[in-house]
């Protein structure tokens, strides 16, 4: 005997008494939140120090597909996608937001698991949750979460203040999330197409499906960073592919750079799946987004210093902008960078 | 001849591309607003002073409906009612991020004004636009705002802080909005079910239309309760209507409260489409909600003080817990307030 999944509508609990379920259990950490949810506004004192303030809108059917994505993984992945544009300004996340539009689609015990992943993710990287809206839509799931931390003065990281010979710095390796993603659909496509159940074949790919699901944001880097004196002269996360997040910096800062593909740091899965597919590593790891590693770079009299954090790879340099933003082959033929990164707009 | 109407798609610019033709003009006025658009996030500094911040969804289909709301009455409104919160904690608005997400059927034009409309309120209220987030949706519109400002030390007024016979006021008048809404609704059906292309039949109702359509938050309020040196001891913006609003300060307070239908400010108009739609205008003031007044409660020692300020009425006030939340009829019976405000889980 199967036991029945207790399925509760929303509308049962109607919104305020929404809010209460899922916010009833929050505790507040930090000396920052002064009042958190229960208010027209949560209220913060940052006690002088600078605030750094970003948002990101997760969008059903665009930016995740419910078929392969499990609801805690994805309120997970919603904070933490945040946090890691708060560490790229060389920030410590304290607070975030949590908005979410939800369709009939979803009962109560859904909305949990998004829930759950969410609280998990506050707790993995010690942020408040401290407000939000709830909301009914017409069809699937929006997600916007807020996030809201402090920043040393004198340590903000911006995209626009790279200088000629900087050191390019990545943290972990790229293209996984991609992969991972690729693999996914996949799977998704041969089951669509399949009239008969089958299970989709993704095992020995753990780890870069673990990058698109339930990615990280690089807290350990801003720390190491810091506990090496380290800051940054530009840094930005990967979130669109290397290409496009580099592009920035370059553009932003009025400059150029060579990155070098036998320096792009790549995780056996990611290789192996790109094989597979018969998609180059290269191409996945410079277009590929969703990595949310740390791209930043420094002085080259820091070199030796950067050398001693742990999971930092040199990709390059950084130039005057007229050599422009070039990519050197392991061939030694040098490709113009091209911003290929995910837009939602394309065609 | 008719101008034809120019329609640029969207994908014709991309994420980017859009970025930086809606946010190109921006300019920043708040020494509070270290670094706006263009980055991981923005980054503010207040300096010491405490910042309250809110986020609100408005959500196509469930908050607005496109046939009779002008793009850009609805960017101006997306802010108003985010800026409405910062001033129900007695906080100045400094900052707004806004994030969309728009279906395919929406050119650069529409988003255009949207973005008029957004730029227009942020210009009205002087408020910094600092960030956001710009995507595709498969369906409608979805709109997400957050608001931040700033609040002086020992003059936040949260919800849950009355006192017994605290005074009720309120600003302007009540269920307006709620009534410009009745009126749109009507002439759409009546436009839906007629096979006759007919004018809506709005004419003379011009104020509450714009109530609804392109509402106000009362800065002007703050501003004098600050010049003559008022610190209500709660208060609330009224956006889900007076009964649930006042039940918010009632129940966080622990205290009750009595409120009577003869103080109940109500404007002409109010009225006679109340009477026109066999609506009882109180009913409409007590749960019509999206007023975006501010309710508040002030020391009875304060009434005096409080009446020196222009367009508050007094509609009762707070007592203690056991004495209910009650609304007093003109015949003098005793009704016990109920949360009917709008739910959009409601079935």
Known sequence: MTE????????????????SHLTGDISLHHESTVK???????VMDYKGKKMVVTTDLLVEGIHFNLVYTPLKHLGYKAIVVNLSDVYAMNGNPKQVLVSLALSGKFSLEAVDQLYDGIKMACETYKVDL?????????????????????VDKGKIAYRNTARVNDLICVSGDLGAAYMGLQLLERERKVFDDSSKSIQPELSGYDYILGRQLKPEARKDIIAALHDNQIVPNAMIDLSDGLSSDLMHICKQSGLGCR????????????????????????????????????????PLELHDKAMQIKDISFIGHITEAEAGMKFVTNQGSEIELQAQGWNSFGD
Chains 1, 2 share one sequence.
Do not use: C, W
């Not at 029945?4 to 809010?19: A, M, R, V, W």
């Not at 407000?131 to 931390?149: E, N, P, Q, Y």
């Open 4 to 19: 029945k999944k207790k399925i509760t509508p929303l509308s049962k609990l109607g919104e305020f008494g929404l809010i």
């Open 36 to 42: 958190g949810v229960g208010d027209d506004a949560a």
């Open 130 to 150: 401290v407000g939000g809206d709830t909301t009914s839509s017409l069809t699937g799931l929006t997600i916007s979460v807020v996030a809201m931390g402090e």
């Open 259 to 298: 990155v070098f593909q036998d320096k792009i740091p790549l995780a056996e899965e990611t290789e192996r799946a790109a094989n597979e597919m018969n998609i180059e590593p290269f191409i996945a790891a410079l277009n590929g987004g969703e990595d949310y590693e740390l791209l930043f770079t420094v």
